[in-house]
């Protein structure tokens, strides 16, 4: 009878064993893998001190800790812990020094690299002594134009100290992302080509490296030990970016589930994605765009390109553009041209027009700050006053008492744009169509992207269609592409040769206002921003809209525009 | 023959040569450079492009750069104390960068001895970056091949034996219309048939994509390789079969086919057994350029259906302007082009007994 109640009580213990292990099981990864198509080729390097392309940077987010928070909800810096969005950064407190200079960085001692070594603030200050050591091939070296010094006095502390105060500083110090410095040589002469930078066996983020096959996919696999995950746990099995080169088979292969997570696809196609998505197929998530289109003038003469500045720092006064170099026709041509129709017929609907270099997305965009309207008669009107009318009626203007071109010069300019980059020829067109309405003739031509580049650096070009792309958080500074230093025919940023010293002086301004307030700044960037307007040294278009699109078998998939991937490790995909 | 083909190979190294020459020039000479291409859109001071210039040595004369590549640079600048530190350089500055110390010694050996150079872009050794390829490049290129062999060296056959007939006007105008379509547009519409509207097979890729492990053998995912088979091998069908069709009727003209018949052969015997054999002795010429073409890729077909083949990363490396690498293929596809013809006159001499080895 005893025996008997042992195996009774035995069965029962076992049971409620059992009951209790059966929701624990319920509760584990849900799995699946999530399917991101990608148009670039393979990533070059998996080191973030040396990544330069979103391939690479796109992978080491999932694979690597942030240094500084970022919530995904502001797209600004924020401490660990401060709010459930913050997650997979480093830093879980900063201490700024009375002066502004001096920043404390507290790290956290819960994160480890997955082969137990812990993530330490030496990893960071061995990450910037790779930086200054000049002996990598990083492109993070203008984080020195902000930082000065990076001290990490123990494990769990880093002391950043700037050149002055900068409003940007933690913008700065979350560029420079944590590398295993236990697998690096210290004296880097092996950093460049060290093979965790192809083979990044060792990570600290929500996933682990598995495999590159070239020209087809990099895979990740889900980190068990991820200090972070909502769950307690990374809910996929892992992360595949599958490289498809094609932008109509990459939305079709996302139409038929081959793949199941796009990133900003083709705006053509954004159609089929949205019926999609009312047949409950898939999921969107459409928002205000980071990346814009602009016109770039050259404000110099094209046939004598010469830098900004003498070998001794001195300005050095260039020759205007005959034609460009007025201010009143860069404004008149804002007028001529009608950027509503251009994003109808360029971005399909998909854009926002600009009137400066701020996006519409950033915290820095002054609402009330209108691009030129469409008004072909007062672009007439002012190019009159300007100095060019059609005197021999041939449907061209000429120079008639303009500022810098000759009489008789007629209104003629080449425009480049790249080719293969459908957007933008047709942009081109329309510019050149609705230019030539009011006289201008424009010599549209679609060229190589290195034929296109080397005539934009060499400075000998009139002008020139291209876009940039904003980062999240925004910095909306431009010193680097208005700057008179970067004025240099051949390798500078600034190839229109726009100089105005009110405008780097603003951008200064708003990076060192006391407190930092966004307001306080935004006020700065809205008066940078009308005077970037009346000098448009670029004619600014568009900022087109972003779009992330997901299959509805992805599971907690909850974007951001700042960040699709910010809770990635909570998403499952269904079978 | 193993002394015309040494000969044969021998002639050939100056060819060699003047190709790399030849292109080493023409890619230097192309607008833009490596660090434009590398650099755009970047936060880099005018004075790191130059940095970087001086650092991949783009910025010296061109010959200089072809030296380096061809012989390496470990005589052009050199640490002769042993302290680390060079002290001595030869056709290249001691201080390139202009920061007044002088750069590490050359290590690059040339690929006289084996050293085909880092790629600028994807940062690995050449040999490695190319060498990943070349299995997905085979494999589509002699798939291709095959199939517009099997297919086309038959249609030419029968369009030649049913001259001015219903098969062979209809093949003709079925090869007009498979040179002219462009494989962007097929491999498109393919797709969007098999792959999007039928979803019978797959869009892309090589295999299935997984988080580990390479692809299966190549018969677990026929379904893979055929649709981009089919684009690829569209021009061979129509080439092939228009060439067997002339060389058929060239054959058939002549007097041991007349002879065939007079001896009562049955006409399939006449056709298959004499008129067909002898036919495909021209085609042994194609194969020369087939085997170039098997090597070089297929940069169109493989960006439609995600094929990770050489093609397309020669057409990027070229956009990228990755010297190293383009130099690479150059002297891979050289090397096939002059192995090909090679094999080509052999074949040929083998298979057609009144051509002798001279």
């Excluded at chain 1, 590159?212 to 068990?224: I, Q, T």
């Excluded at chain 1, 708003?510 to 307007?533: F, H, M, S, T």
């Excluded at chain 2, 970087?52 to 590549?69: E, I, K, T």
Aim: proline share 7%; hydrophobic share 45%.
């Amino acid at each position: 009878m005893r025996k008997l109640n042992r195996v009774l009580l035995t069965g029962l213990l076992l049971a409620l064993a059992l009951t209790l292990a059966l929701p624990t099981t319920a509760q584990g990864p849900k799995g699946g893998i999530i399917l991101e198509a990608s148009f670039g080729g393979d990533p070059a390097t998996f080191n973030p001190l040396l990544c330069t392309e979103t391939g690479c940077a796109r992978l080491i987010g999932l694979m690597m800790p942030g240094t500084i928070g970022v919530d995904p909800e502001i797209a600004a810096p924020a401490r660990v812990g401060e709010n459930p969005r913050v997650r997979g950064a480093l830093v879980k407190d900063w201490q700024i020094s009375e002066d502004g200079t001096v920043y404390t960085l507290t790290f956290r001692d819960d994160y480890f690299w997955t082969d137990g070594t812990p993530v330490t603030a030496f990893d960071y200050k061995f990450a910037w002594d790779a930086i200054v050591s000049g002996q990598t091939d990083t492109n993070l070296g203008y984080v020195q134009d902000v930082i000065a010094s990076v001290e990490a006095p123990d494990a769990t502390t880093a002391v950043v100290t700037l050149h002055e105060p900068d409003c940007n500083a933690l913008l700065y110090i979350g560029y420079i992302q944590v590398i295993p410095s236990h697998l690096f040589s210290n004296d880097f002469t092996q950093f460049n080509d060290n093979p965790w930078n192809f083979e990044p066996t060792v990570t600290a983020g929500p996933f682990t490296f598995g495999q590159m096959r070239s020209g087809e996919l990099v895979s990740l696999l889900a980190n068990p030990n991820y200090v972070d995950a909502e769950l307690g746990y990374v809910n996929s099995e892992g992360f595949i970016y599958k490289n498809v080169p094609d932008a109509t088979v990459m939305v079709e292969q996302f139409l038929a589930g081959e793949v199941n997570l796009l990133d900003s696809p083709a705006v053509n196609r954004r159609s089929d994605i949205r019926a999609a998505a009312e047949t409950g197929a898939v999921q969107v998530y459409a928002y205000p765009g980071n990346a814009w289109d602009y016109m770039t003038y050259n404000l110099a003469n094209p046939a004598n390109p010469q830098p900004g500045l003498d070998e001794n720092g001195n300005e050095i006064v260039q020759e205007p553009h005959p034609i460009f170099g007025d201010v009143r026709v860069r404004q008149a041509l804002a007028h001529a041209v009608d950027l509503e129709a251009i994003i109808d017929g360029a971005v399909f609907g998909e854009g926002t027009a600009m009137a400066s270099t701020v996006i519409p997305a950033s915290w820095a965009f002054d609402e009330t700050l209108e691009p030129y309207p469409y008004d072909p008669a007062k672009a007439t009107e002012m190019l009159a006053e300007a100095g060019w009318v059609d005197t021999d009626n041939d449907g061209v203007l000429e120079a008639q008492g303009a500022l810098y071109a000759e009489d008789g010069t007629e209104f003629r300019f080449t425009l480049y744009t790249n080719e293969g980059n459908t957007r933008r020829a047709a942009v081109g067109t329309i510019i050149q169509d609705e230019l030539s309405q009011i006289g201008v003739a424009v010599d549209f031509q679609t060229i190589d992207w290195n034929t296109m580049l080397d005539i934009m650096y060499a400075q000998t070009y009139d002008a020139i269609i291209l876009g940039w792309r904003q980062g999240y958080p925004d910095d909306p500074d431009f010193t680097q592409i208005f700057s008179i230093q970067s004025d240099v025919p051949g390798s500078g940023d600034n190839t229109g040769s726009y100089h105005n010293q009110r405008v780097v002086d603003l951008m200064r301004e708003a990076r060192r206002v006391p407190g930092c307030g966004l307001e306080d700044r935004a006020a700065i960037y809205a008066e940078y921003q009308r005077i970037v307007k009346e000098d448009q040294p670029y004619m600014f278009l568009y900022a087109i809209d972003g779009m992330y699109a997901a299959s509805s078998k992805v599971e907690g998939w909850n974007p951001y525009p700042s960040n699709m991937f910010w809770n990635v490790d909570a998403w499952s995909v269904m079978p | 023959m193993v002394k015309y083909t040494i000969r044969r190979l021998i002639q050939a190294l100056p060819t060699l040569f003047g190709i790399t020459i030849l292109s080493y020039l023409l890619m230097t000479a192309a607008p833009g450079g490596p660090v434009a291409a590398l650099t755009f859109g970047q936060r880099i001071t005018p004075q790191e492009r130059e940095a970087m210039a001086a650092r991949l040595g783009v910025n010296d004369p061109w010959p200089v750069q072809y030296l380096r590549w061809l012989l390496g640079d470990d005589w052009m600048r050199w640490d002769s104390d042993g302290d680390g530190v060079s002290d001595g350089s030869f056709l290249i500055p001691l201080d390139a960068d202009g920061d007044g110390e002088p750069e590490p010694p050359g290590t690059r050996l040339g690929i006289i001895r084996g050293d085909f150079g880092t790629s600028f872009y994807a940062r690995r050794p050449v040999l490695q970056v190319i060498v990943e390829r070349i299995p997905a490049t085979l494999e589509l290129g002699l798939a291709s091949l095959l199939v517009g062999l099997i297919v086309g060296v038959p249609i030419g056959i029968i369009a030649a034996v049913r001259r001015g007939g219903l098969f062979d006007n209809f093949t003709r105008i079925m090869a007009v219309i498979f040179n002219a379509v462009p494989i962007f547009w097929l491999g498109l519409i393919l797709i969007l048939i098999f792959g999007s509207m039928l979803g019978v097979l797959p869009m892309g890729s090589r295999c299935a994509p997984t988080l580990i492990g390479d692809c299966p053998p190549i018969y677990a995912r026929l379904n893979y390789l055929l649709l981009p088979m089919l684009v690829l091998s569209t021009g061979g069908i129509a080439g092939y079969s228009r060439y067997m069709r002339t060389a058929m009727l060239d054959v058939i003209g002549q007097d041991y086919i007349r002879t065939a018949k007079a001896k009562g052969l049955r006409p399939r015997q006449v056709w298959f057994g004499h008129a067909a054999r002898n036919a495909l002795i021209p085609l042994a010429t194609f194969l020369g350029p087939a085997i170039t073409g098997l090597l070089g890729g297929a940069a169109i077909t493989e960006t439609i259906f995600s094929w990770p083949g050489l093609g397309r990363l020669a057409v990027a490396a070229v956009v990228q302007q990755d010297y190293p690498v383009v130099m690479a293929v150059v002297i891979m596809t050289s090397i096939a082009t002059i192995l090909g013809y090679l094999l080509s006159d052999i074949l040929y001499a083998w298979i057609d007994p009144r051509i002798r080895f001279d």
